[in-house]
């Protein structure tokens, strides 16, 4: 663990450290953390072994997160610079020039779920801007992360990325430092906390906070494919996901069809040990969620909610896949983030009633939308008030598109040209065009 004392005279380290960071050009910066991609790629393997110990992700799926980051973080360097690179706006009398500069230090402060993708999302484009980075990893997952961060820095200067580590309070220290920028990962309880210390200083933050995200399923849905998605989407990670399907809302009229596919893919579903490959579901990444995911379930319940599937009693911190129908607004479980693996459904009757209950949350990460007719789907989907809505597809965008929530689910956001523009100071320049 970092000592809190420690931590300020880290960053005053790590700001030393970026003032001669920023002044190597953005060229020379990605080549550096370019050349991390191809170690990233031999230590995949451990990579995702470590973190599947940790947090109990499978290990097929935690290595194929490795290899993922591995796989683009060569583009998606290129990607930043092509983004922070400067460029020229003009009218009849001025002519500017748009540049991108470095913040000063950045504090990555990360999440356990995805606990080697989130890291390179938050650091990468830090580092290309030109900032010094100090990273503060959950405590959940601290050794991969610090193996994560040990590649990078086999090829960073000196303190250009300093790792802190330690649990909330260790995160609390690095917020209330003099960083410059904040850039979290994590709930929303918080991401609420950050913003309001970092509010006080005017510090700069990016919150990706939690969602409850709705998937809508229409009456003319092709049955199949939409309890495909639900099931995937709502147990994937053991539901450890911030996109994860966490209110099912279906037409009435094909309530019932709908309910037996999702109970027929849930009981296929093998929870186990995670190095096991034909394990779908590992533990949950700890008692305390654990205990939060059976609470929901317990209450939901005892509320009237009707079990179709799973909740069996379980050893140590699995909790089965778990389907519950006649849920409603009342219950905690359609109004709380859950992070596990339930798949909650709840039946409508018209378009306006599964708009109006789809939008019923101060969350508002991502949404989806089935059914077969694309263009009355589509309609419903633009009625959403989440961040990233997908028709007949889980919400993630194409190449290129921001990660973004919307509500309470997000400040700021990252990826994509805009995304990556966040982690600089845009400063325009501007002069008077001779006539
Ligand atoms: P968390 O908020 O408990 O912790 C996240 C990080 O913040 C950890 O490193 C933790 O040590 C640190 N931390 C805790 N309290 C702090 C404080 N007061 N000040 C500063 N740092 C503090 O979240 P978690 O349980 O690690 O992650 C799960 C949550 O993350 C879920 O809500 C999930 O939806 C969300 N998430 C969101 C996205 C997204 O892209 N929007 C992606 C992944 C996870």
């Known amino acids: 663990m970092t000592s809190l004392d420690a931590i300020p005279a880290l960053v005053a380290r790590a700001r030393v450290a970026g003032e001669l960071w920023k002044s190597v050009p953005m060229s020379e910066r990605v080549s550096c953390l370019k050349a991390a991609a191809a170690r990233l790629k031999e230590e995949a393997s451990r990579l995702g072994a470590i973190a599947s110990q940790e ?180 147990f994937r990670n053991a539901g450890q996901v911030c996109v994860s399907t966490e209110r099912i809302y279906v037409d009435r009229k094909i309530a019932s069809a709908f309910e037996s596919a999702v109970v027929e893919r849930a009981a296929l579903l093998k929870l186990g040990d995670p190095a096991d490959a034909t394990t779908k579901i590992g533990p949950m990444s700890s008692a ?75 969350f508002g990460l991502g949404a989806a939308v089935f059914g077969a007719d694309e263009v009355r789907a589509t309609h419903v989907a633009a009625r959403l008030t989440a961040g990233m809505v997908g028709v007949n597809q889980g919400c993630s965008g194409a190449e290129g598109c921001p990660w973004i929530g919307a509500k309470q689910s997000g400040v700021g956001f990252h990826s994509g040209v805009e995304g990556h523009r966040q982690f600089a100071q845009m400063r325009v320049l501007s002069r008077k065009k001779k006539s």
């Open 55 to 234: 947090m109990g992700k499978p290990l097929l799926e935690a290595v194929g997160e490795a290899n993922y980051c591995a796989d683009s973080f060569a583009s998606e360097a290129d990607n930043i610079a092509a983004a922070l690179t400067s460029f020229a706006r003009e009218d009849e009398r001025t002519a500017s020039t748009i540049h991108f500069e470095p913040f000063g230090v950045v504090a990555a402060i990360t999440p356990w779920n995805f606990p080697m993708l989130i890291l390179q999302q938050s650091v990468l484009p830090a580092l290309i801007a030109g900032n010094a980075v100090v990273a503060k990893a959950s405590e959940i997952t601290p050794m991969v992360a610090d193996a994560y961060y040990a590649i990078l820095n086999e090829f960073l200067p000196t303190d250009v990325l300093i790792t802190v580590v330690g649990d909330g309070e260790q995160g609390k220290a690095l917020v209330a430092s003099s960083v410059d920028l904040i850039v979290f990962t994590g709930s929303r309880n918080t991401g609420a906390h950050i913003g309001a210390v970092a509010g006080k200083r005017l510090a700069r933050v990016i919150l990706e906070l939690g969602g409850k995200d709705p998937l809508v399923v229409l009456d003319d849905a092709d049955i199949a494919l939409a309890a495909d998605f639900a099931s995937r989407n709502s």
């Open 288 to 362: 305390r969620q654990k205990a939060l995911v059976d609470q929901h379930i317990q209450k939901a319940l005892k509320d009237g909610a009707r079990l179709l599937f799973g909740a069996r009693k379980q050893e140590g911190n699995f909790v089965e896949p778990t389907v519950l129908a006649g849920v409603d607004h009342t219950m905690e479980i359609m109004r709380e983030e859950t992070f596990g693996p339930v798949a909650c459904i709840m039946e409508f009757d018209g378009i306006d009633q599964a708009v109006m209950l789809a939008n019923d949350t101060p």
